[in-house]
């Protein structure tokens, strides 16, 4: 049984960098069938893609691709989201997850979530 559990600060400054990180048992990232993956929910919104991280590279939504970054620290069993120069339009639940392509329907584990809201 995968199971993924993000962590982090919860609330953040505008214009600051959040950080997540996903701590991920069960499952290595060094496998190379998967997509390890962060995605949101705005609050009143549906579910958003972000961006995802494999064996084959990094793989970002374009229009997050200016301020987002996914790395990953296979000693720990860990990847990381940073989203830099944040506004209160990313306030949201956050999740990481295990997605088995890039579609993004293709998930078949996913963490609790952590609220992150972004004010001043």
């Known amino acids: 049984q995968v199971q993924l559990q993000e962590s982090g600060p919860g609330l953040v400054k505008p214009s600051q960098t959040l950080s997540l990180t996903c701590t991920v048992s069960?499952?290595?990232?060094?496998?190379?069938?998967?997509?390890w993956t962060w995605i949101r929910q705005p609050p009143g919104k549906e579910l958003e893609w972000m961006g995802a991280?494999?064996?084959?590279?990094?793989y970002y939504r374009p229009s997050l691709k200016s301020r987002i970054s996914i790395s990953k620290d296979t000693s720990k069993n860990q990847f990381t989201l940073q989203l830099n120069s944040v506004t209160p339009e990313d306030t949201a639940v956050y999740y990481c997850?295990?997605?088995?392509?890039?579609?993004?329907?293709?998930?078949?584990?996913r963490g609790q979530g952590t609220q992150v809201t972004v004010s001043s």
């Open positions: 997850a295990r997605y088995r392509s890039l579609a993004e329907t293709d998930m078949d584990y």
């Open positions: 069960g499952g290595s990232l060094t496998s190379n069938l998967y997509y």
């Open positions: 991280i494999a064996s084959s590279g990094s």
